[in-house]
C-alpha cells in the first residue's frame, strides 16, 4: 500500500491510495481536479474511486471533475446521499471498501458534520475533519457528545495506528495545546520539532494514537492539569469528560 499526499486550497490534504499490487487506487477527499488527477498521472496509476469523510466543499470541491474525466466509485456516508457529489456507494458504520486488493473499514464518526466517516486501511487511519493533529473538528452539525464519542473510538485504536487528517493545522493547535498543559514535556518537545517542518515547508501528517493520547487536548479530557487550568477560568465546571471537552472546544473556537 502506498499513500500520496495531496496538497489543496490553501491548508487541505487529500490522499491517493494505491494497492501496489494491482496500481488500483482511490482519492481520499479532494478538494480540487486538478491536482488529484495529476497526482494519479504522475503514479500512473488506476483512479477507480473517490472516498469522501463529509459534505464540506473543500473535501468534495473536485468530485466533479474528476467525474468528468473518469468513471468512478464514489463513497460517503448515507446520510449525504442528497449533498454529497456524484455519490454512488453509500455506506455506513462497519462497511468495506475495496481498493485493488487493499480493504477499508468505514468508521462512523460524527460530530463535525451528522454523515463523518473515517477509512481505516490497515493501521491507517484517514479521518477528515473529525481528529487533526493535536485538534479536532468544530461541532458544525453534531453535538460535544457525539464528538466525544467519536474521538473516544478513534483514541482507542492500536497505538501505532497513523493519523491522516484534512488539515494542516498542526503548529496553531499545539499552541492552543500549550495553553491548557504547559507542563506536558512531550507537547514541549514537539513544538519545536513541528515548526522546522514548517518553516522548511513540509507537512507534519502524519501522526500516530499513541502520540495524539500524549499530547492532543481533545484526547486528553482526563488530564489532572487540563481539569484544574479550566477550573480556575470556569470554577463550576463539572469533571465528567463531555463537560471537559466541551469547555475545551469552546476555548479552541475562540482562539
Not at 127 to 140: H, K, M, N, Q, V
Not at 194 to 208: A, D, F, N, Q
Request: charged residues 25%.
Amino acid at each position: 500500500m502506498k499513500v500520496v499526499q495531496i496538497s489543496f486550497l490553501a491548508d487541505n490534504y487529500g490522499y491517493l491510495i494505491v494497492c501496489e499490487k494491482s496500481r488500483e487506487a482511490a482519492i481520499i477527499d479532494p478538494s480540487e481536479a486538478e491536482p488529484a488527477w495529476r497526482a494519479v498521472e504522475r503514479e500512473a496509476v488506476n483512479l477507480r474511486a473517490i472516498l469522501n469523510t463529509h459534505h464540506h466543499r473543500d473535501h468534495t470541491g473536485g468530485n466533479a471533475g474528476l467525474l468528468e474525466r473518469y468513471s468512478l466509485d464514489v463513497y460517503a456516508h448515507r446520510i449525504d446521499r442528497d449533498r454529497l457529489p456524484g455519490l454512488t456507494h453509500p455506506v455506513e458504520d462497519g462497511s468495506e471498501v475495496t481498493v485493488g486488493e487493499l480493504r477499508a473499514r468505514v468508521l462512523f464518526i460524527p460530530g463535525h458534520t451528522k454523515g463523518h466517516v473515517a477509512y481505516l486501511f490497515e493501521n491507517r487511519l484517514f479521518c477528515g475533519d473529525t481528529l487533526f493533529i493535536a485538534g479536532c473538528g468544530r461541532l458544525f452539525e453534531g453535538t460535544a457528545e457525539q464528538m466525544l464519542s467519536s474521538l473516544t473510538r478513534l483514541r482507542d485504536l492500536p497505538g501505532d495506528t497513523l493519523v491522516y487528517c484534512g488539515h494542516e493545522y498542526t503548529e496553531k493547535n499545539l499552541q492552543f495545546a500549550m495553553t491548557l498543559e504547559p507542563n506536558n514535556r512531550t507537547l514541549v518537545e514537539k513544538i519545536p520539532q513541528v515548526h522546522s517542518l514548517r518553516i522548511e515547508g513540509k507537512s507534519t501528517v502524519p501522526s500516530t494514537i499513541s502520540e495524539e493520547k500524549d499530547t492532543n487536548p481533545f484526547f486528553r479530557w482526563e488530564s489532572k492539569e487540563i481539569q484544574q487550568n479550566l477550573k480556575k477560568s470556569f470554577p463550576s465546571l463539572g469533571s465528567d469528560p463531555v463537560s471537559v471537552f466541551s469547555q475545551i472546544r469552546k476555548l479552541k473556537d475562540q482562539f
